[in-house]
């Protein structure tokens, strides 16, 4: 079993950064693909961007160049830094975890086996 937990969630102006992280507690992690998915309010939930065990990650076309994605496997977390921020990005920010790495189908919420509770953020203009 995994939990996880978001916090860094808030408010920021439209070309602001926000960092989000992602504790994550129980089973290691280390050997699980990690994924941010957003879900903005009578949308559906959708990918932000992805890491594997290994390091490589892979983004959502509307964030690529602006979000990077990183893991500390000594700490067990995983962030998600914010930059440039646009009105566009606000949504409630979801952590999670898929312990079979390397998925081709990362940006599909099925593929992960954990969420945690999600962490509000909000871009004004």
Same mark, same amino acid.
């Not at 990918?47 to 594997?52: D, E, M, Q, Y």
């Not at 390091?55 to 892979?58: K, R």
């Given at each position: 079993q995994v939990q996880l937990v978001e916090s860094g969630g808030g408010l920021v102006q439209a !070309? !602001?950064?926000?960092?989000l992280s992602c504790a994550a507690s129980g089973r290691t992690i280390s050997s699980y693909a990690m994924g941010w998915f957003r879900q903005a309010p009578g949308k559906e939930r959708s990918?932000?961007?992805?890491?594997?065990s290994r !390091?490589?990650?892979?983004y959502t076309n509307s964030v690529k160049g602006r979000f990077t994605i990183s893991r500390d496997n000594a700490k067990s977390t995983v962030d998600l830094q914010m930059n440039s921020l646009?009105?566009?990005d606000t949504a409630v920010y979801y952590c999670a975890a898929d312990p079979q790495d390397y998925r081709s189908a990362y940006y599909r919420t099925t593929?992960?086996?954990?969420? !945690?509770?999600?962490?509000?953020?909000t871009v004004s203009s």
């Open positions: !070309g !602001g950064s926000l960092k990918f932000v961007a992805r890491i594997t !390091g490589t990650t892979d646009k009105p566009e593929t992960y086996a954990y969420w !945690g509770q999600g962490t509000q953020v």
